[in-house]
T-cell receptor
């Protein structure tokens, strides 16, 4: 079956750096997405990786290793507003998005 | 980025009534829209894929007669929850993909929180 794993919850301190990991096993691979979702709101797009390597976008970076079925989202200079759930999603060979359960990130002052 | 608007954002209804949720792509054409359901503290669950001008494709376990989807134009898809019951209370989210873009990024509506009394 298809599976996306990411930690359920993480805690970090304001101003610090946090890395949220995502491992996947899917039938085929056509890209990996990271979304941010604040409680009670719809997800918002953060990043997209289809080739191996690091994609940097401001305070957020996303890394992909297709051979390892692994990605991480790196958040730097954490702010309180970064407290949210972070969803990893993989597009499989049928171009269907398979969603992880999300990682709830708690930022402490 | 592209904008998807969803309406209403919150709706409370009595058990047995039907509720319609609209999803509009405001500045792009979406031949395909997706409807998700999300329970508290859980991830998005794809309910169905809405295709303009044709029948929706429902995921396994989703009752097509209960969750009616209509995609009559390139910018509008509707989800109707028929004969709603308290267990249908959930957060419903639509999304669309701007095919003109290159990543296939999904743009989400604001979501609709349905409470069935």
């Amino acid at each position: 079956g298809q599976n996306i794993d990411q930690p359920t919850e993480m805690t970090a301190t304001e101003g610090a750096i946090v890395q949220i990991n995502c491992t996947y096993q899917t039938s085929g691979f056509n890209g990996l997405f990271w979304y941010q979702q604040h409680a009670g709101e719809a997800p918002t797009f953060l990043s997209y990786n289809v080739l191996d390597g690091l994609e940097e976008k401001g305070r957020f970076s996303s890394f992909l290793s297709r051979s390892k079925g692994y990605s991480y989202l790196l958040l730097k200079e954490l702010q309180m507003k970064d407290s949210a759930s972070y969803l990893c999603a993989v597009r499989d060979s049928n171009y269907q998005l398979i969603w992880g359960a999300g990682t709830k990130l708690i930022i402490k002052p | 980025g592209a904008v998807v608007s969803q309406h209403p954002s919150r709706v409370i209804c009595k058990s047995g009534t039907s509720v319609k949720i609209e999803c509009r792509s405001l500045d792009f054409q979406a031949t395909t829209m997706f409807w998700y359901r999300q329970f508290p503290k859980q991830s998005l669950m794809l309910m169905a894929t809405s295709n303009e001008g044709s029948k929706a494709t429902y995921e396994q376990g989703v009752e097509k007669d209960k969750f009616l989807i209509n995609h009559a134009s390139l910018t509008l898809s509707t989800l109707t929850v028929t004969s709603a019951h308290p267990e249908d209370s959930s957060f419903y989210i639509c999304s669309a993909r701007d095919l003109a873009g290159d990543t296939g990024e999904l743009f989400f509506g604001e979501g609709s929180r349905l409470t069935v009394l």
